[in-house]
């Protein structure tokens, strides 16, 4: 796991722009198709990590991956094309990456992805393409996909990573035009008079935060930590200005999350919900 702690106050005035995610080009590598035992060897082989592992066991005991096998079994012939094919799928992506082609590139990546569910890397790599188009919702859903199949995947919190940057950097930007809460319900604002685009993004950092991603000195960011280290980070970003004082409000009853002087809310009487279960 990283230090977001480093990685988001470590450079001075650093801003990352929520459509570009990362300026350098992930490790997007395809892995090699496992290194087997000859057919009808009585060794017994992982097709995740090439362990060994008890043939009476349904999962392998080194990484737990759903796609274990027997070597000599004939359902590993199918394993093998899927995990071939989506190797190939990610491949395919990268050159279509590099030359701009970012949508033929996701799609080739849910194509492999539909053959080999359980692969990290395609999912982490997808995740950055949706950053890139930003698609934070998307990116999000991907990079804590790769790190459920993978808890030790190396690039997908570095990506996160740069989703909460891209994160602040929106949060900021509507404090300064619209603010974080208004006096009447309607438009970009809910029944409790909460800016809805809030919400949404208080939504996906909380998705983070219980995943427990990120550490800052040695402790684990968990919602509640990672929910005041990206106001404190927002506020910082809008500087004096009054409206971001309202952030935490905001966010009030998000994953039972609530700022330290809480407010009673009721919904306005002449307001419409606009989305449904937007209360606390």
Not at 267 to 277: E, I, L
Request: proline share 8%; glycine share 8%; hydrophobic share 40%.
């Amino acid at each position: 796991m990283m230090s977001l702690w480093n990685k988001m106050f470590g450079k001075k005035d650093f801003i990352a722009h929520p459509a570009v995610g990362r300026a350098s080009l992930p490790a997007m590598v395809g892995q090699p198709p496992p290194s087997l035992p000859a057919r009808g060897s009585p060794t017994h082989a992982c097709l995740a990590c090439q362990g060994k592992f008890d043939p009476r066991r349904t999962l392998c005991p080194a990484c737990r991956d759903p796609d274990t096998s027997l070597a000599d079994a004939p359902e590993w012939f199918a394993m093998l094309q899927a995990h071939v094919t989506a190797v190939q799928a990610n491949d395919t992506a990268v050159q279509l990456f590099r030359a701009g082609r970012l949508d033929d590139a996701i799609a080739e990546l849910r194509r492999g992805l539909a053959a080999k569910p359980h692969y990290a890397t395609g999912y982490s790599n997808l995740g950055f393409l949706y950053l890139r188009q930003a698609g934070l919702e998307h990116a999000v859903e991907c990079l804590l996909r790769a790190l459920e199949v993978d808890p030790e995947h190396q690039d997908a919190p570095d990506h996160l990573c740069d989703v909460l940057l891209a994160l602040i950097d929106e949060l900021a930007q509507i404090g300064l035009t619209d603010g974080f809460l208004a006096t009447q319900p309607g438009g970009k604002f809910d029944a409790y008079n909460r800016h809805i685009r809030t919400r949404d993004i208080g939504v996906l950092i909380a998705k983070i935060g219980k995943r427990g991603v990120f550490k800052a000195d040695r402790r684990v960011l968990e919602t509640d930590l990672l929910m005041e280290l990206v106001i404190n980070a927002v506020q910082r970003k809008m500087g004096a200005h009054r409206a971001s004082t309202g952030l935490p409000f905001a966010w009030q009853g998000i994953d039972g999350w609530n700022p330290p002087v809480a407010i009673p809310l009721r919904p306005s009487v002449s307001g419409a919900c606009r989305r449904a279960g937007s209360g606390p």
